[in-house]
C-alpha cells in the first residue's frame, strides 16, 4: 500500500513570496490533515478536510494560510505572502474516518524563509 | 479545550533497562489518546491508542500504555530499551467534542546509551 505522499521535500523562498505544498493521500482515506511543525514543537494541526469539506480550521492563518481538497482525493495548502515565521515542516496525514483513527504521515516538506 | 503536557523534554536510558516517557492530559469529555513516535528522518508512525477499550494498551515495537482517569496520564512505558528505540516522541490527546480537536505535547527525545 502506498504511503501519504508529498511534494515538494525542500522549499526556501524568500519573505512576502508565496509557495504552495501538494498532498496525496493513501486511496480510499477520507480524512486529511495538514500539520506545521516548527523546530522543536510538536505538530500543530492547520486543518482537518472529510472527503473535500473543512472539519476544522480554527489554526489556520486565514489571512495568508489556504487550503484546498479538490474532489476529496489531493490537497494543496499555499501561503501568500509568507513571513520569517513560517519556516517550518508543514506535514500532511490521512485516515480512514474521523479523529479515533490511526493517522499516517506523509514524510513533510521543509519550508525555510529568508 | 483540552491540552496535553509531556513532563520531560529529554530522556536518557541505558540499552535494556525500562523506558518510562510521561504525559498528562485534560480534556472536557473522553478523548482518545495516542502516541506517535518520529525517528530521524522519518515520518510520523502511530506506536499506540487509546480509544476508550481496554485501560491498557499495546503498542508495536513493545511499548504500551496505560491510561489512568483519576490520573489525567497516559504514560508510555516498554521494560527493556533498544538503541533503535532513540526517536522523538508525541503524546496526542484527540477530543471530538472539545474546542482544539487534535493536540500534540511538544515531545520526548528519547536517548538510548549503549
Known amino acids: 500500500e502506498a504511503g501519504v505522499a508529498q511534494s515538494p521535500r525542500y522549499k526556501i523562498i524568500e519573505k512576502r513570496q508565496s509557495v504552495a505544498f501538494w498532498c496525496n493521500p493513501i486511496?480510499?482515506?477520507?480524512?486529511l490533515y495538514w500539520y506545521q511543525q516548527i523546530l522543536g514543537q510538536g505538530p500543530k494541526l492547520l486543518i482537518q478536510f472529510q472527503n473535500n469539506g473543512v472539519v476544522d480550521d480554527s489554526q489556520l492563518p486565514k489571512d495568508r494560510f489556504s487550503a484546498e481538497r479538490l474532489k476529496g482525493v489531493d490537497s494543496t495548502l499555499k501561503i501568500q505572502p509568507a513571513k520569517l515565521e513560517d519556516s517550518a515542516v508543514y506535514l500532511c496525514a490521512s485516515s480512514l474516518g474521523f479523529l479515533t483513527d490511526t493517522q499516517y504521515f506523509g514524510p513533510g516538506t521543509r519550508l525555510t524563509v529568508l | 479545550a483540552q491540552s496535553v503536557t509531556q513532563l520531560d523534554s529529554h530522556v536518557s536510558v541505558s540499552e535494556g533497562t525500562p523506558v518510562l516517557l510521561r504525559c498528562n492530559y485534560s480534556?472536557?469529555?473522553?478523548?482518545?489518546l495516542f502516541w506517535y513516535v518520529q525517528h530521524p528522518n522519518k515520518g510520523l508512525q502511530l506506536l499506540l491508542k487509546?480509544?476508550?477499550?481496554?485501560?491498557l494498551v499495546k503498542g508495536i515495537n513493545g511499548f504500551e500504555a496505560e491510561f489512568k482517569k483519576s490520573e489525567t496520564s497516559f504514560h508510555l512505558t516498554k521494560p527493556s530499551a533498544h538503541m533503535s528505540d532513540a526517536a522523538e516522541y508525541f503524546c496526542?490527546?484527540?477530543?471530538?467534542?472539545?474546542?482544539?480537536?487534535?493536540?500534540f505535547g511538544k515531545g520526548t527525545r528519547l536517548h538510548i546509551l549503549p
Open positions: 480534556s472536557s469529555y473522553s478523548p482518545s
Open positions: 486511496s480510499g482515506h477520507a480524512t
Open positions: 496526542v490527546v484527540s477530543d471530538p467534542l472539545g474546542d482544539d480537536k487534535i493536540i
Open positions: 487509546y480509544t476508550s477499550a481496554a485501560t
